[in-house]
């Protein structure tokens, strides 16, 4: 109760108590990915129900990141299994993150690794944020990762920060890491040479045909105590509830947002593991009145009539069921 009662705090010192930033991630291309990320569906190493698909157009993402707009997303995030992007591809990234950023929203891609000149050709086509996970601590990574090493994805980070680009990383709990691996996460990204603007805190989703599905669950208390922590260590950068939060109760949600958490992802799913409804999502932030610091009082049977108006309104804007969502564990 104390850690929580500090995070609160240094919460309140820097950013809108009640003001949490949404964001929606789309798949832009899915499954055989040549990493073998223990944790991930998508990986070419283990056999899942993910349907291999090519880059997606050019139309297609831009009409789901309309989508999102409309459902209430401010950032449209594109996430593609890929080790690294190929030369081939970047013309089409290009024009995606110029289609998307025409519509007011912020931009941010997850594409594995880059290197100087990919950061810097995406950064000059107005990419806002690049996310790149640490995972884990340096000492736990070798028992979920082989095909890339830890020095890999900090040099990312590194191009990335240098280029201009807000950083987006962050880590999975429930991996079977220790307490210290968790807290060997957040020392690393506590000091990388620059706080990443958004941390990401993921919850394992255990995925049938993964070497991880049959890990135990998370305590939902050591959770939410890391996301304590994360506010503390990194009391400006946007700290967000990420994949997992399906299995979260709203009490759960609750706590996580008094420890400091104010950022989530919309949208109906999250690659191939279900995500709570923006209308779900809507009725939470009301009960605890976040984002409604735009919003006029008025009497409850108005106000309930206008939030039902807005679900609807959500529901039908919802994306389908041909949107794949990413997960945002890489």
Not at 176 to 192: P, Q, T, W
């Amino acid at each position: 109760m104390d850690l929580l009662f500090q995070a609160q705090q240094v919460h309140r010192q820097h950013h809108d108590a009640n003001k949490v930033q949404v964001s929606t991630l789309l798949s832009i291309k899915t499954g055989a990915c040549p990493e073998d990320c223990k944790y991930c569906p998508q990986s070419a190493h283990y056999r899942t129900d993910i349907d291999k698909e090519r880059l997606m157009e050019v139309q297609q993402v831009l009409e789901s990141a309309e989508k999102a707009k409309a459902a209430g997303s401010q950032r449209f995030c594109m996430g593609a299994a890929w080790k690294n992007p190929k030369a081939r591809d970047m013309p089409y990234l290009v024009e995606m993150i110029r289609g998307v950023k025409s519509m007011g929203m912020e931009t941010c891609m997850t594409l594995g690794m880059l290197d100087a000149e990919q950061a810097g050709e995406l950064a000059d086509a107005g990419l806002d944020y690049y996310n790149h996970n640490l995972d884990t601590s340096p000492e736990f990574y070798g028992n979920i990762i082989t095909t890339r090493t830890y020095q890999d994805r900090l040099d990312t980070l590194g191009h990335v920060r240098d280029a201009g680009m807000k950083v987006c990383s962050g880590g999975i709990i429930g991996m079977g890491e220790s307490a210290s691996d968790r807290a060997g996460l957040l020392v690393e990204l506590a000091n990388l040479p620059t706080h990443p603007e958004s941390v990401p805190i993921n919850m394992l989703v255990k995925v049938k045909g993964t070497p991880m599905e049959n890990l135990d669950d998370v305590e939902p208390f050591d959770f939410i105590r890391l996301v304590a922590i994360a506010r503390i260590m990194m009391p400006k950068s946007a700290v967000r509830l990420s994949a997992g939060r399906e299995n979260m109760n709203e009490q759960m949600q609750t706590l996580c947002f008094m420890a400091g958490a104010n950022s989530v992802f919309y949208g109906c799913k999250l690659l191939t593991t279900p995500n709570p409804a923006e209308d779900k999502d809507l009725q939470l932030f009301n009960k605890l009145g976040i984002n409604s610091e735009d919003r006029v009082q008025k009497p409850d049977a108005v106000e309930a009539e206008t939030l039902m108006a807005q679900v609807k309104h959500n529901m039908a804007a919802r994306p389908g069921a041909d949107d794949l969502f990413y997960d945002a564990s890489r």
